[in-house]
């Protein structure tokens, strides 16, 4: 957080856009190199009370690190984010609050065929739509977080 000074009032800093956030904070969950930054990530992203689904059931939290976890090729991580679509619409000029919504795919994930039990390539296909709100009143720091979590996701082998 910026020091004060003088006595003064930390100084309110300008914003990414809902989509530029939204981008990095997937890399961020997806691409990590180690367990431990994907978890990290993950925690920086969603608040523990995060309202959200997955194709249409409920996902609490504690299920979002193990989802993430589980897609991981290995401990190295190998994953990547590929984006195809998105759109925003910040409910203030700040960008400190509101909503966007996306269609992704991520590859470098590694499961059996389901017709052969062979390991191989698969990609995961979502579409997602989030509510995105700052958790703190003080503008001297990013406070955001995804509040609020809808995705339809499904998994095809890579061709």
Known sequence: MPEQTNGSAPQAIKLSTLAQWSEEHMAAIFEAVTEED???????????????????????????????????????????????????????????????????????????????????????????TVKIESMSEDLSYDSRKITELVFVGSDKPAE
């Open 38 to 128: 994907a978890l990290k990530a993950i925690a920086d992203t969603f608040p523990d009370d995060v309202r959200a689904t997955l194709n249409g059931s409920p996902l609490p939290r504690p299920m979002i690190d193990k989802l993430v976890l589980v897609m991981r090729p290995g401990p190295q991580g190998g994953l990547k984010v590929h984006w195809r679509e998105k759109a925003e619409v910040p409910k203030d000029p700040s960008h400190r609050n509101g909503a966007f919504g996306g269609f992704y795919y991520i590859t470098g994930i590694m499961k059996p065929h389901p017709d052969t039990g062979e390991i191989v390539p698969f990609i995961r296909y979502k579409t997602v």
